[in-house]
């Protein structure tokens, strides 16, 4: 017994993206200044929606801001950890601070998977039902939708990490990744994991791309309700909704690839990791900003006032 708690595995190592000094350095500095881009960026429109009472009070804006917190969450996550390590020979992580990693991971990432659901059903309603929109999505749904967000990405973390927790590490501790996650660190367990590995694939992988089809079906919907009414209302639904389909996209795909196909190659799952933990949060505040006057015009008011 003594034996076997002494060969239990404590840290896990990481390969991180490549093993080349200069290449290191040079992910270093773009994944640092990366980093920087997303927290200003997302922070900035947390900021603004928070203090201009007119994007505060549109649900719109009202699910924008938190959508950008989450997005600075889910990276503050697993960005300064991997930048840290470009900078280390040896990349280990403890095992506990791995297994909290996973389930902050799944936990925001359910999260922003059900709040983007709720973005749809907003669009849906002030597109199709503009008349009733104010009396829907009223204060009082805008907050409850939010916190079953956040709801389901705690069920939706824990119905995985309960049972990773408990399994035993005893053998081979390289996680061949920039980060941990379920599908590398489920096959380091030393007991069979073909059951939770399964579980894996339904619960993240054949959810998120049932929720992904779901949001393309009601965003098309969207989209031949309005050129029944009017076709002059086609390209300004089109021009919305262009922005939510990018953001949906962005944030799907790699999870997909990651998860449903869990078996695809390392090279490509790390690139799936970076895309989904530092492009898309990167990317998110450009297209809601870029492609948004009211926004522009409120981050503009809100710089000028600081």
């Not at 941990?180 to 380091?188: E, M, Q």
């Not at 059951?195 to 009601?218: K, M, P």
Request: net charge neutral; with cysteine; charged share 10%.
């Amino acid at each position: 017994m003594n034996k076997m708690n002494s060969s239990m595995v404590t840290e896990f190592v990481l390969l991180g993206l490549t093993k080349t000094w200069e290449l290191e350095i040079f992910f270093f500095f773009i994944f640092l200044l990366a980093y920087v881009a997303i927290m200003a960026g997302n922070l900035l429109i947390v900021v603004t929606v928070t203090f201009d009472s007119l994007l505060y009070s549109t649900p719109m804006y009202f699910l924008l801001g938190n959508l950008s917190f989450l997005d600075m969450s889910i990276s503050t996550i697993t960005t300064p950890k991997m930048v840290t390590d470009f900078l280390r020979e040896y990349k280990t992580i403890s095992l506990w601070g791995c297994m909290a990693q996973m389930f902050l991971l799944h936990f925001l990432g359910g999260s922003e998977m059900t709040l983007l659901i709720v973005m749809a059903v907003d669009r849906y309603i002030a597109i199709c039902k503009p008349l009733h929109y104010t009396s829907i999505m009223n204060r009082r749904v805008l907050v409850g939708s939010v916190l079953l967000s956040w709801a389901v990405g705690f069920v939706h973390t824990m119905s995985q990490m309960v049972f990773t927790i408990t399994l035993p590490f005893c053998g081979p501790n390289i996680v061949d990744d920039i980060f941990c996650d379920l599908p590398r660190v489920l096959k380091l367990a030393c007991t069979e994991t073909y059951i939770l590995e399964l579980l894996v694939t339904v619960d993240s992988g054949l959810l998120s791309f049932i929720c992904f089809i779901l949001l393309l079906i009601s965003y098309t919907v969207i989209l031949v309700t309005v050129r029944r009414r009017s076709s002059g209302g086609l390209s300004k639904a089109l021009s919305t909704l262009s922005a939510h389909i990018t953001v949906v996209t962005l944030f799907f795909g790699p999870i997909i690839f990651i998860y449903a196909w869990p078996s695809s190659g390392f090279s490509v799952d790390k690139f799936l990791s970076v895309f989904y933990s530092i492009i898309t949060p990167l990317l998110n505040p450009i297209i809601y900003t870029l492609r948004n006057q009211e926004m522009k015009a409120a981050i503009r008011a809100c710089t000028e006032v600081g």
